[in-house]
């Protein structure tokens, strides 16, 4: 299974971006996904997930009401929505994917994406 993500780059605070990640190599509708991002001197952490199946999201609080995470089975993609964006949220954004339920934990991930580079700035 590879995963590409795609769709970052630099906007302002308060503007939005939609990060897409691409699955390819095996039946997308068996695997969750899983959004992650790592700024500069700080440890990756989690964003948010969605299920497999029936679409079933969850995002982490410093992110809930800005962030949403889609599927499209049909493109074999996941996209996350990022709206209201904050200069803390400037990352790099990974998607990973895993056979079966979504986890909150990196490490139950067993594919994943080189990355996409936010940068929040003025």
């Known amino acids: 299974v590879q995963l590409q993500a795609s769709g970052g780059g630099l906007v302002q605070p308060g503007g939005s971006l939609r990060l897409s990640c691409a699955v390819s190599?095996?039946?997308?509708?068996?695997?969750?996904v899983g959004w992650f991002r790592q700024a500069p001197g700080k440890e990756r952490g989690l964003v948010g997930t969605?299920?497999?199946?029936?679409?079933?999201?969850t995002v982490v609080d410093s992110v809930k009401g800005r962030f949403t995470i889609s599927r499209d089975n049909a493109s074999n993609t996941v996209y996350l929505q990022m709206n209201s964006l904050k200069p803390e949220d400037t990352a790099v954004y990974f998607c990973?994917?895993?056979?079966?339920?979504?986890?909150?934990?990196?490490?139950?991930?067993?594919?994943w994406g080189q990355g996409t580079e936010v940068t929040v700035s003025s």
């Open positions: 990973a994917a895993r056979y079966g339920a979504a986890t909150i934990r990196a490490v139950q991930y067993s594919y």
């Open positions: 190599g095996g039946s997308f509708s068996n695997y969750a």
């Open positions: 969605i299920n497999r199946g029936r679409p079933y999201t």
